[in-house]
């Protein structure tokens, strides 16, 4: 019952700040055990499925400022550097008409990714009004979008994409 998880970034994550994370970050998960298999690379072991399966489940995560890609272990995986390449994200749509906010849209609109796990939609709007909010997977090896075209009922419009909670990245190449 364990996971892997790699921070992904220039910085050097340490053991003991790790530790401090999964206490802190992981409160519902108890006893986990940390164990450093190299550089920015952990193995976190679990007392029980339960917990494990919400740390999985509440993907994105973010330590320092960087992303942390866990995945369930398997034989080698903490070998395999594409085993870490795509992450979790929450990204905002901006800049759709009223009747586009629909999960069915959100879901369209989210096809220009890896996949579309969850599309929320935010009762309320911010100061830029309404948006949709969808939980994808993205290739962090590519430069994010910073939006798309879209047609709908022979209708084309920009959508643009605001990357929630979104660790350091370079806005020149997007990566």
Not at 41 to 66: A, K, S, T
Not at 69 to 96: H, R, T, Y
Not at 135 to 152: A, N, S, Y
């Amino acid at each position: 019952m364990s996971i892997i998880g790699k921070v992904i970034g220039d910085k050097v994550a340490n053991i003991t700040g790790i530790k401090r994370f999964s206490s802190n970050v992981w409160i519902f998960a108890k006893n986990v055990k940390v164990v450093e298999i190299g550089v920015n690379l952990f193995q976190f072991i679990f007392m029980n499925q339960y917990d494990m399966d919400r740390v999985l489940n509440g993907r994105p995560w973010v330590y320092d400022n960087l992303p942390l890609v866990v995945i369930p272990w398997k034989e080698g995986v903490e070998m395999d550097a594409k085993a870490f390449s795509q992450a979790w994200i929450w990204v905002q749509v901006w800049n759709l008409p009223i009747h586009w906010i629909t999960k069915e849209v959100g879901r369209k609109i989210g096809g220009v990714f890896l996949s579309v796990k969850e599309v929320i939609i935010p009762n309320s709007g911010g100061k830029d009004g309404k948006h949709l909010k969808i939980l994808v997977e993205i290739d962090i090896e590519q430069p994010l979008l910073r939006g798309t075209t879209i047609r709908m009922n022979g209708v084309m419009k920009w959508i643009e994409f605001r990357y929630e909670k979104c660790p350091d990245f370079c806005y020149c190449c997007g990566l």
